[in-house]
């Protein structure tokens, strides 16, 4: 991609603006979205486009050590994962729990996701929400890690014209970056507020004007390599999680479970009764955002 196409844009943002502001942005219309009415619709079981096959070219996993008292979560959702992926496609059910006791808002997840997906200023598919309670000096801090709910009845599906957002068997809701054409009709639909527009801004555009080197390099979201262009999709289309499936089918973790220094991010098959995550999910301290709007999502919170 060439610098020169830094220049050659209708509208340059403000140049005072910084990545801090952009996430800022963010988080406060993840909260915004939060009181917004859904609309519940069907969904198109369908599979997401991939140019790899599973297994091509990759580096064999290294064998994961026997259980054991006191292991990290991390290696038994690994264990989970590899015996959820031997199964049919459409007889895996990926859930996301977050331990809202161990969340220290540290906000490793959602630099771990920017960083995965290579996402530009103004998207950011892993928002923690900050609340303040009290008054000085009894101060109080909670937060909340938002993403996809990756819902069984999602909104965002049925409002879509041309079909460039579905649900695949596993219950991942995607997006065809090809096939979208920006009209930001799931975005209004989602009632989490967890879809983002592609606007074409890069971080280079707030230092000097140049394309900063990471931003040249293909992220490979959906298992497509894609050097973001100002000119190409995703530039234009909507945006959102995908529970990083390009890592999971290859037997990896998302970027935001594994980023998790409190260990308070869960990943894997809920239709697995030795996983950690039903385990997990089949306690009576679990919730998930408005369960009234019977969207039935897939992100789950502790208590």
């Keep these: 991609m060439a610098s020169n196409e830094v220049t050659d844009r209708s509208a340059k943002p403000d140049a005072e603006a910084s990545r801090r502001e952009w996430l800022s942005v963010a988080a406060c219309a993840v909260v915004a979205g939060l009181a917004l009415p859904a609309v519940p619709g069907q969904v198109l079981p369908a599979d997401a486009a991939s140019t790899r096959p599973d297994g091509e070219n990759l580096t064999p996993l290294p064998d994961l050590p026997e259980p054991v008292a006191g292991e990290d979560p991390i290696l038994r959702m690994l264990k989970d994962l590899r015996r959820a992926l031997k199964k049919p496609v459409e007889e895996r059910r990926w859930v996301m729990a977050v331990d809202l006791r161990k969340c220290t808002g540290c906000f490793g997840c959602t630099i771990a996701c920017v960083t995965e997906n290579k996402l530009p200023p103004g998207i950011a598919y892993r928002v923690v929400l900050t609340e303040t309670h009290g008054t000085y000096p009894n101060v109080s801090r909670h937060f909340t890690p938002t993403a996809c709910m990756q819902c069984d009845r999602p909104p965002c599906t049925s409002v879509c014209p ?28 989602c009632p989490y507020n967890a ?47 995908h529970f990083c499936l390009h890592r999971v089918e290859q037997g990896e973790l998302p970027a935001c479970t594994v980023s998790c220094m409190g260990r308070a991010t869960f990943f894997g098959d809920a239709n697995d009764p030795k996983s950690l995550v039903a385990e997990l999910i089949s306690g009576p301290n679990v919730m998930r955002l408005k369960p009234e709007l019977g969207l039935e999502p897939r992100f789950y919170y502790l208590m």
């Design 162 to 189: 041309v079909g460039a957002t579905w649900k695949r068997p596993d219950g991942i809701v995607v997006i065809d970056y090809d096939r979208c054409i920006g009209c930001r009709y799931c975005i209004a639909a």
């Design 195 to 241: 879809r983002y527009f592609d606007s074409g801004h890069f971080y280079g555009d707030y230092e000097g004007g140049q394309l900063q080197p990471y931003e040249t390099v293909a992220a490979h979201e959906y298992r497509v390599d894609r050097v973001r262009s100002r000119r190409a999709s995703p530039v234009g289309n909507a945006r959102k999680c």
